[in-house]
């Protein structure tokens, strides 16, 4: 090869290596934008009349508290003695400099969440004032009021209840009362789970945002066509610019995940939407949890003129998502079908996870996202009178597949409009929208919780003197805000998602509800009807149900003083917000155990019969596929230390209720219950795959003898419930040992030989079941970051709870059946590391024989 050749050939290598640097890059990054102004914040408190330190992200309740003023709100009773803090104002104040490099730059202060009525000023200029917790606020600072150094910001925040009570004055209408003219957390005025704790404060990240020229304010990915092979994507990018230039665009990724696309942009004064079309070949699909990996593209959008570089990055999955709601010949289904496939929404309704919105914390998150993730879950509801969750809610469900069904923030009351609060909800629609586009696991939107169904079925109209030509003016305002503002407002932006305007389509009274949409069942706790009704009461899409369980002991002694750890003590009622709550659990208790009379096993009790109780529900809704393709319950979690329905508490303890959702919501999940005479047994299939199943009954004694059994073979349909007929057992077999017998199931795949599922259950009501004492023993077995807890019984033990009393962990079941002749195994997960685990137990068969023992006591002992 001549010298011409080899200098030839290393050109050509440099400029292959040039184009395939181009291939993944585009132009030097652009250069730094904001000034953090979360640091330095002090607030007034008028009392001393001095500053003290406050925390931003943060809220003045918190404040109080963390400079020794007041005392903790969750503690005790203290919540019922802070109601001052909401009934006056609160001034907050910071400092800050700008930078040279910043000076002559188009400048704004941004609020990215402010709750929820306040001034600002900058200065001792007023530059704007807030008036929703759920928008972002953005203030210019003009040339006139900005200086180099010690700028000074005070933010003097309003009592919420003043600014209600001027508008009830106006001639607006409160129903049920007045925190329906401010556009802020509703459960913060008190709800059936929560006090009432009005906050203010800067709850969300504060800063100054700079540019010249030429910014990119948003990008949203718009699928236009997605293939097995191909995904052809717009990029809606929103370009905020002081001239017209002629431009690049690049987006690229920057794990080389598909090809950089490169091109000409020409750019126009002031704000518009550019989009630009760009393909990935092959796509990665997002699936929720069960059904495959939630998988995610960085996408990097960079726009450049011959003065600068502006660059965005954003995060998205690829999927086809849809609601299904035609009728049918039973009334109108409700079920998502997530790239091509029906989905059964497994799941529950989330509340704030704390009660002041700037204690949050991304670790928070995950941990209780973690934990629906590792029961199953695929779907969580976030519940429309809370708040719309931060950023970092919604990138976690992205990456772990969890399906977010989004209310916008209205519940349970009728929302006056006025030319004011339609610009300001449409503008809190138009941000929220915005924001949550890119995310996958937001899968539909809901416009409010209930309010329809409070209209039409909770008595309002008579309640509060409503004449009828009000009731028209109230019931306009409701279909303008639900059927026309709001819809119109999302589809401006996003048209992906689909829309409905409440829930439920109808309330718990009506016939509807259990044939049309999605249903909220609270027969079972409001109507105290028994669990059993949820077999006769299932609809088409759950939505919502649920009934109380107390937390943990472990749990009760962080916010109850050792001298009030008992049952109805005036501290646990301030923890308790429902006003029959202990009347519910007590009479349902009655029903189905003895009521113990040492507090600790009352609240074991209260665990199990929560769990049992809506084991009846995840029976009747899972079995009934796919005529019902939804069960979410209430509540998945606590925003404070309270009796509430939720299956893990304020300090992410789970209840009895947690471990029987898991097991229910596997993918391969044996329904089997007793119900109008009948026993009946469904195997469950959520897998996307038919199976051939062999199918194992037992009737055992109490010792594990077998009184009768019987088998089967048959074939599991994919997506859907499957009666298993054992023709060999009856109905009265089993009901002729109920109360000295349990019932063991278990499903094994025909070809393979592997058991699929098992499922243990007593027929008879617990304070008749005549079980032995607990007779198991146990090893330890010591691993670096966890301990097995290895358990082999002789008897039945039923509900068997292990607790480590003095040592923090979490377990990896509990509340379980222990099987004799079975060895099981519990893995416990230690916050801190020890070698020493103090093991305890309680079980239904404690309990039970207490009681049994009681009523054979001489009367003259009792």
Same mark, same amino acid.
């Given at each position: ?256 995940? &598909? ?117 199953? &879950? ?126 439920? &389509? ?357």
């Amino acid at each position: 090869m001549n010298t011409f050749k080899i200098y030839l050939s290393k050109i050509t290598i440099i400029v292959s290596v040039l184009s395939l640097m181009m291939l993944f890059s585009c132009n030097q990054k652009s250069t730094k934008k904001k000034i953090n102004l979360n640091k330095g914040w002090e607030f007034y408190y008028p009392a001393t009349e001095k500053w003290y330190p406050a925390t931003v992200p943060g809220n003045i309740h918190t404040d109080l508290f963390a400079n020794g003023l007041i005392e903790d709100p969750f503690y005790g009773t203290n919540a019922d003695s802070l109601a001052w803090i909401s009934n006056q104002e609160w001034t907050y104040r910071t400092e800050f400099d700008i930078a040279p490099e910043f000076i002559n730059r188009n400048l704004e202060l941004v609020f990215d969440g402010i709750d929820t009525h306040a001034e600002v000023f900058l200065n001792e200029k007023k530059i704007g004032e807030t008036k929703n917790m759920f928008r972002q606020w953005v203030f210019v600072i003009d040339d006139s009021i900005r200086k180099k150094e010690h700028n000074i910001i005070n933010v003097i925040f309003r009592p919420s209840s003043e600014y209600n009570s001027q508008k009830l004055a106006e001639g607006g209408y409160a129903i049920p009362d007045n925190r329906v003219f401010s556009r802020k957390s509703q459960y913060q005025y008190g709800w059936d789970w929560a006090p009432n704790l009005e906050t203010c404060g800067i709850y969300k990240d504060v800063y100054i945002n700079s540019w010249e020229k030429l910014r990119i304010t948003n990008v949203n990915i718009e699928q236009k066509a997605l293939t097995d092979t191909m995904a052809i994507l717009i990029a809606n990018i929103e370009l905020e610019s002081e001239n017209y230039y002629n431009g690049n665009v690049c987006i690229y990724s920057p794990d080389r995940a &598909f090809d950089t696309l490169k091109q000409k942009l020409e750019i126009f004064e002031g704000k518009q939407v550019y989009p630009v079309e760009f393909h990935i070949k092959n796509p990665k699909l997002w699936w929720c949890n069960g059904l495959g990996n939630a998988e995610m593209y960085n996408i990097n959008v960079q726009v450049s003129t011959k003065f600068r570089v502006e660059e965005k990055s954003v995060k998205t999955g690829l999927r086809d998502i849809e609601l299904a709601t035609k009728t049918d010949k039973e009334g109108q289904e409700f079920y998502f079908i997530l790239n091509g496939i029906p989905v059964f929404a497994r799941g529950a309704n989330w509340v704030p996870a704390e009660y002041f919105n700037g204690s949050n914390s991304r670790k928070n998150y995950e941990e209780l996202l973690i934990l629906a993730k590792e029961a199953n &879950f695929n779907m969580l509801r976030v519940w429309g009178g809370g708040i719309y969750e931060n950023d970092e809610f919604y990138n976690i469900c992205d990456s772990l597949g969890i399906m977010v069904w989004q209310d916008f923030m209205f519940a349970c009351a009728m929302y006056p409009l006025s030319d004011e609060m339609t610009e300001n909800i449409t503008e809190e629609v138009k941000y929220q929208v915005t924001r949550l586009y890119n995310h996958p696991s937001i899968v539909m939107y809901c416009g409010n919780n209930e309010i329809s169904n409070g209209w039409f079925d909770w008595g309002w109209q008579k309640q509060f003197g409503i004449s009828d030509a009000d009731s028209v003016k109230i019931w306009n305002d409701y279909d303008n805000l639900f059927h026309r503002i709001i819809p119109k407002t999302i589809s401006s932006i996003d048209k992906s998602r689909k829309y409905i305007p409440s829930s439920p &389509f109808y309330g718990w009274g009506h016939e509807e509800s259990l044939t049309t949409g999605d249903s909220h069942y609270w027969g079972v706790w409001w109507g105290m009807e028994d669990f059993d009704m949820y077999f006769d009461k299932t609809g088409r899409f759950m939505s919502e149900y649920g009934f109380q369980g107390m937390p943990p002991m472990s749990s009760l002694q962080k916010f109850i003083p050792e001298d009030s750890v008992y049952r109805y003590s005036k501290t646990l009622k301030s923890h308790q917000k429902h006003p029959f709550g202990f009347e519910a659990i007590n009479k349902y208790m009655q029903r189905e155990f003895p009521v113990p009379e040492k507090f600790e096993d009352f609240v074991y009790v209260s665990q199990v019969l929560q769990a049992e109780g809506l084991q009846h529900a995840f029976d009747a809704h899972l079995s009934s596929m796919p005529y019902c393709m939804g069960s979410l319950f209430w509540q998945f979690n606590d925003c404070w230390p309270v009796v509430s329905w939720s299956a893990v508490d304020y300090y992410k303890q789970p209840k009895a209720l947690y471990y029987m959702a898991k097991k229910a919501f596997e993918d391969i999940y044996i329904a089997a219950f007793e119900h109008n005479n009948n026993f009946k047994v469904f195997a469950v299939n959520q897998r996307n795959t038919t199976i051939n199943v062999k199918a194992v009954i037992s009737i055992m004694d109490f010792r594990g003898n077998r009184i009768i059994a019987d088998s089967t073979v048959t074939i599991l349909d994919l997506l859907s419930s499957n009666e298993i007929i054992f023709d060999n057992l009856s109905y009265e077999q089993i009901s002729k040992f109920k109360d000295s017998s349990f019932v063991r199931i278990k499903l094994y795949d025909f070809n393979e030989g592997n058991l699929l599922s098992e499922r243990s259950l007593t027929t008879g009501r617990n304070k008749d079941l005549k079980l032995p004492e607990p007779e198991f023993h146990y090893n330890l077995k010591q691993n670096k970051d966890y301990q097995e807890i290895i358990i082999d019984s002789k008897v039945y033990v039923k509900s068997l709870y292990i607790y480590t009393p003095g040592t923090e962990g979490r377990f990896s079941d509990n509340f379980f059946d222990l099987i004799p002749g079975k060895t099981k195994t519990v893995l416990f997960y230690p916050q801190t590391k020890t070698d020493k685990l103090n093991l305890k137990f309680n079980s239904v068969n404690v309990i039970v024989n207490d009681y049994q023992n009681k009523l054979s006591e001489p009367v003259e002992n009792k």
